[in-house]
């Protein structure tokens, strides 16, 4: 990645991945290590070989390493009341633990069969396969012929994205407690949710979960929550802010910044240590929570931010914008499609609320933990963003997840790699939280 000083390089090989770490001061963090699974033989297929677009946001995988944690063992989970017609239950699908495992069962033939499926991965502009199961999974579901999320439409497309993470994400872990609850909002209530693994004071993770601020919501991060709540011993606190086309930037990033706030300041009410609150996001969500950082600055601020293939720049001028335009599942149109939703002048591109890499001035930031997919639309802004941050003094760390495409945070249910890199971003939580 020239160009860029990178803190945390976790990149795709046979055997073990191999890590680098490493701050702007070059203090070393620690670097434990899992064995990755074998690559697919070297060849295949151009980088734009890959699968159709599909409906809607998730996808996966990539090889990684990832750190373990000790944890105790936790509770029974405490039946929750639903913030908001838009969150269904995962008992609603009763069927999906079955098809979970008929899906796993499937991605886990043998590399002969997958080949024989799906033909030879692609490589991207890297020279770096994509994940063997992810790339079989990208196939079977472009098979399908299912409608884009643009085709869908905003309802459909919302419903489209509760079924199919019910189906990939991780499946939800008991909990010593979940919770629905509402906070002041600066036009209404905003309904988050209490993710409490164990009783006791704790740091806070506040998550802003991902889909192009037109789709997701609680349910649809569900599982990832759960996962980061206990992994990185913090309860976490999911935001539903307002999404668009119903309510347009910057109501989003009004929600969030005002979620913050009230979580600081009423930290005894979620049992919360105020001085140890992170955010956090996927994509829409990871702009969000860099925005949250830069809009608070100067006063109370998070203690740590954590972007996941983060959107930071609404001008689309990234090279890999055009390289994973379309195969990739996350595509040009469908990013057309949410900007079209979100911003409703073309200003409004360049405004740090809606791209925080055009901020002129980053120091003083939390420090960061920015994570990437190799075949990503949103990878090269994220580099920047980690390289800018750099730049700035801010103590940064950087993940490549070379093999995996955007959404990958919704995947480890089914993706051995994807589970494992959510996994590795919890440790990395843990890290920033609890040093």
């Not at 472009?142 to 019910?166: C, F, I, S, W, Y």
Request: hydrophobic residues 40%; glycine residues 8%.
């Amino acid at each position: 990645m020239e160009g860029v000083r990178v803190a945390a390089v976790i990149s795709t090989a046979r055997g073990p991945a191999k890590s680098t770490a490493q701050t702007r001061s070059d203090t070393q963090l620690p670097s434990p290590t899992r064995s990755a699974p074998n690559t697919e033989p070297r060849g295949g297929a151009p980088v734009r070989g890959g699968a159709p677009a599909l409906g809607a946001s998730a996808a996966l995988s990539a090889t990684v390493e990832v750190s373990s944690i000790e944890r105790t063992e936790t509770h029974g989970v405490v039946p929750v009341k639903r913030a908001s017609t838009m969150c269904y239950p995962f008992e609603e699908m009763p069927a999906t633990p079955l098809l979970r495992r008929l899906a796993r069962s499937a991605l886990a033939a043998p590399s002969p069969l997958r080949r024989g499926l799906a033909g030879p991965a692609p490589r991207n502009d890297r020279g770096v396969r994509l994940d063997p199961q992810l790339h079989l999974m990208l196939s079977l579901l472009g098979r399908a012929n299912r409608p884009t999320l643009e085709e869908l439409g905003v309802d459909e497309g919302r419903a489209e994205m509760r079924q199919l993470t019910k189906l990939s994400d991780v499946p939800p872990r008991p909990l010593h407690r979940v919770e629905d609850r509402w906070i002041a909002g600066p036009a209404g209530e905003i309904p988050v949710r209490l993710y409490t693994a164990r009783p006791g004071r704790r740091p806070a993770i506040l998550y802003f979960h991902g889909g192009g601020f037109v789709i997701g919501d609680l349910d649809t991060h569900d599982g990832l929550c759960r996962l980061l709540a206990d992994r990185a011993d913090a309860h976490v606190i999911a935001v539903h802010y307002r999404l668009a086309p119903e309510n347009a930037f910057p109501a989003a990033v009004e929600d969030c910044v005002a979620a913050f706030r009230h979580v600081h300041a009423d930290a005894d009410a979620f049992d919360v240590d105020p001085d140890r609150i992170a955010v956090a996001g996927d994509s829409a969500g990871g702009n969000l929570s860099a925005v949250v950082c830069q809009q608070t600055r100067g006063g109370p601020t998070p203690a740590f931010q954590c972007l996941i293939y983060p959107a930071t720049e609404m001008t689309r001028s990234h090279t890999s914008h055009r390289t994973f335009a379309e195969g990739f599942y996350l595509t040009t149109p469908m990013i057309d499609y949410f900007l079209a939703s979100y911003l409703t002048t073309p200003e409004e591109e360049t405004d740090p609320r809606a791209s925080p890499l055009v901020t002129a001035e980053l120091t003083g930031l939390p420090p960061a933990h920015v994570v990437v997919a190799g075949f990503d639309p949103l990878r090269d802004e994220g580099e920047a963003y980690a390289e800018a941050l750099m730049g700035a003094g801010v103590p940064t760390t950087f993940a490549d997840y070379s093999s995996l495409i955007h959404g990958f945070a919704n995947m480890g249910g089914l993706i051995d790699a994807a589970r494992w890199a959510v996994e590795d971003i919890a440790d990395a939580l843990h890290r920033g939280l609890h040093g």
